[in-house]
């Protein structure tokens, strides 16, 4: 190959691959822009996803507290709370209503595991978590876990981690 056809076939292959590549990509993007205008996103962030209540006597009742926020632009739906241990119990505090007591599955009524909230975007929940050893009475680091589910496709399910130290 000469020097000019050489060229000639870099100057074409350049050509063809801005005449495919950037009409796809502007228009993949003006329809990602409007899709997400007109139906928005649920966005959870968290406070923290675990707590140290740290020191505690097995008569003790110690309650750590998370916050919930929806930064995203779209209401963020918050459901199926539950406990790992019947020992444990969580209550959620929206801007507009108190949750029923959650605790493990098989402890719950049928409308207490189904309830279900939203909070609206800039919202924010607080989410306490209260851990009563005496109910199930275990000594040395102890762990708890408290579960919901979310309608943010980042956080579909989301684990909260108590630990404490039971003396
Ligand atoms: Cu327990």
């Known amino acids: 190959m000469t020097r000019i056809t050489a060229t000639i076939v870099v100057i074409v292959l ?31 962030e968290l406070s923290a996803t675990s707590a140290d209540l740290g020191e505690m006597g097995v008569q003790d009742e110690k309650t750590a ?6 930064t995203g632009t779209k209401a963020l739906e918050l459901k199926q709370f539950s406990t790992s241990c019947n020992c444990t119990f969580a209550q959620l505090k929206t801007p507009s209503q108190t949750s029923p007591m959650f605790n493990m599955m098989m402890h719950m009524s049928a409308a207490d595991m189904n309830w279900k909230t939203e909070l609206n975007p800039g919202e924010e929940a607080t989410l306490s978590v209260i ?35 039971v003396k």
Do not use: C
């Not at 408290?146 to 956080?155: A, N, R, S, Y």
């Open 131 to 165: 851990y009563k050893p005496s109910l199930m009475p275990v000594y040395g680091p102890v762990q708890r876990f408290v579960t919901f589910e979310t309608d943010d496709p980042e956080h579909k399910k989301v684990e909260l981690t108590i630990n404490a130290q």
């Open 14 to 44: 350049a050509a063809t691959a801005i005449v495919w590549l950037w009409p796809r990509s502007e228009s993949e993007k003006v329809q990602g822009q409007s899709t997400q205008n007109e139906s928005g996103q649920p966005r959870l």
């Open 65 to 70: 507290t998370f916050t919930l926020k929806n």
